[in-house]
């Protein structure tokens, strides 16, 4: 490696061009965006019309003359994302020759002790037996048991929340308490009247998940990177990380509840129930699915929410399989990465591939075992949700009718109890039920005086949550036999006629194609394989071009000369201030990357490649680094790259953008502003306390004895 610390080749044209997209790459990473091209009409048509005629897409469809001449050009967006922009990059430096065979050879299949490859498919095997244990309920369900012992008092309740994610997430990982954990925030705020705001709830999920995922060496992929790169054993590394990180869980939490969020509006109480449905099943949840989808129905969309909190699905089997294996796995991994000599004689996916492939089976197994109820629920709730379309459809048809416009006046004009009252519930354990009781009072949007007076203060048991079908059967729909006999047509036949008939006449025309095939084959797996299908579509798959590019240019980095200049830059740092600056710099300078070097991934392979360049300077020079300075800083990256996921941009993780989409499918929006407006004082206080712990662990454990690797 020494002929890498050459710094003069900086000079050169094709490493400045490495230099300058290597910083537009992750300018893109962070604020992604569209690129407008435009293609001719008549080619834009003309292959349209060519997959057509193989049977590829349906036919295109040949808008009405009286439209209006149609422009000449097509516009077409090709999106510039974390996904698109370092491919790209890779591509425009292949081209000019600024990297080559050897760039693209370590960048993938990897050197210096980083394997990119056995990385991801690492993380990805393990990931698909967490992220199953998610599918079976079994975070929600423990989410739920959490909530009734919080037992309506709300820093308790805050207090049980947050210990059950860090717990949860040290052993499976930042993305599923994310997946699952999001979501169940984002209900439990709205239904409780107390909650002004979800902020509280949903930014302490959000840091703590990420917190956890610093223990383990499985539970981030930027840990799995260090531990390639340094020679890390995973249970070596547990023992260095472990202190740092739950000393920064114990004092986070007090600031997080009586400083961060002291405002009692954003600490409150929470809800309650129906027979669980599993959410797995497309369509599950009926015509009552629909109208939460669309916003239509509010009082229905919170009762829906509401039900989900309180009585949420749990396939037992499942979550105690995936659970067992996930144990099993995780201690295989740690014994024998403890056992070999190095830490890395075998690639740990050797481990976690075949537990994935069984837990695949199992889900592939229960599925079909299953797949007459699972179509069977699937059948009824299409044709609930189909009917409730129709249905808001002929609403809309009716609206600007002179009739129907004089009814709505006068119901406007009717008082509504509902729209005068706010919900709080409290929930209390008993042996064989949930209690629930609903307290209705004035909400802050109603006058008090102007109510009925036997109506306020007035206490009433909390209304029957009502079930897709009594919903389709109090709307005037299909009644629940004839649902029930269409679902059986269905499951028999393998057709679900009725959504062969709401195509409308022009669909009905239209041929088979390659794409309704692909359409009709993804329905059939997830009505026959709901947990399978969920498990795949969860899979973090654009982790593997993005990581793999990002790897590639961080090489290009190396060969040209600037790893090694940024590599003499930490030196003389060091030089002057030490291992606590070590520390300190190290974790500031790896929580701040993470906004803009390509997420926390991005940013640990960068930082590793300088300080496996720092090495090098030493081992040149024959000046050691000292041993507590060396491991300080490497431990001090960990707890940066992990930590710098709640930071100031969305796009300092994988995790950030997934966070980020679950709020919004749930109305709930997050602004960059306000994402960062409320981070900062909780990464300024983590980083604090995890760099002020760990400093004080290498001055206890390590000694100034020369590292030797």
Known sequence: MAENLDTEQIKDWRSIITLI??????????????????????????????????????????PPKNNGKPSLLVRLNLPLNFVTAPLIADLFLLAILAIGRQEVHDGTVGADGISPIDILVFFLTLAYIAI????????????????????????????????????????IGNDPIILSGTAFLAYMTRVSSNIVHPRAWIHSQFAVANIASAILVSSNPTNLVLAGAFNIKFLVYTVNMIVPVVVTAIVVFPFLLYIIFADESLIPRKPGA?????????????????????????????LLSLEEIMNP???????????????ATLITILAINAASNSGHDRPVFWVTLPAAFVMLCWDLGTGWIHRHETRRIAAVGRQQHEAVKAEREHRKSLRNSPEQNAQENIENRQPRT????????????????????????????????????????EKEPFPEVQSPSSVSKASGELDVTTQLEKAQSYVTNGIDSER???????????????????????????????TVTVVLSHLPFPLVPFALAMFVLVQALVTKGWVPVFAYGWDHWVEKTGTVGAVGGMGFLSAILCNFAGTNIGTTILLSRVV??????????????SDRTFWATVYSMALGVNFGAFSTAFSASLAGLLWRDILAR???????????????PIIAIAMAVGCTVLIGEVYIMRKETPYDA
């Open 666 to 680: 749930k109305y709930i929006r997050v602004g960059s502003i306000e994402f960062a407006r409320v981070n900062l």
């Open 274 to 302: 129906n027979p669980p449905v599993n959410p797995n099943i497309p369509h599950a949840r009926g015509g009552a699915e629909e109208e939460e989808e669309e916003g239509v129905n509010e009082e229905n969309g919170t």
């Open 21 to 62: 997209i290597f910083v537009l790459t992750n300018i893109v990473v962070l604020f992604p965006f569209h690129i407008p091209f435009y293609i001719p009409r008549w080619l834009h048509n003309a292959v349209l019309d060519g997959l057509a005629a193989l049977r590829i897409i349906r036919r295109r469809e040949i």
């Open 313 to 327: 699905f749990l396939d037992k089997g499942g979550a105690a399989f995936g659970a067992i294996i996930m144990a």
């Open 132 to 171: 199953s244990i998610d599918a079976s309920g079994l975070i929600r369900y423990l989410a739920f048991k959490v909530l009734q012992k919080g037992d309506g008092v709300g820093h308790r309740l805050f207090f049980y929340l947050y210990t059950f994610f860090f717990a949860l997430g040290s052993f």
């Open 418 to 457: 509902t729209d005068f009252f706010s919900k709080s519930l409290k929930i209390t354990s008993q042996p064989d039920a949930i209690k629930i009781t609903m307290d209705t009072r004035p909400s802050r949007d109603c006058d008090e005086t102007s109510l009925p007076a036997p109506i306020l203060g």
């Open 612 to 625: 496996q360049a720092w090495q090098e300077i030493h081992n040149v020079s024959g000046i050691p680094i």
């Open 500 to 530: 062969r008939a709401g195509r409308g006449q022009e669909d009905s025309n239209q041929p088979t194609t390659l794409v309704s095939l692909c359409e009709n084959a993804y329905v059939w797996l997830q009505e026959t394989f709901p």
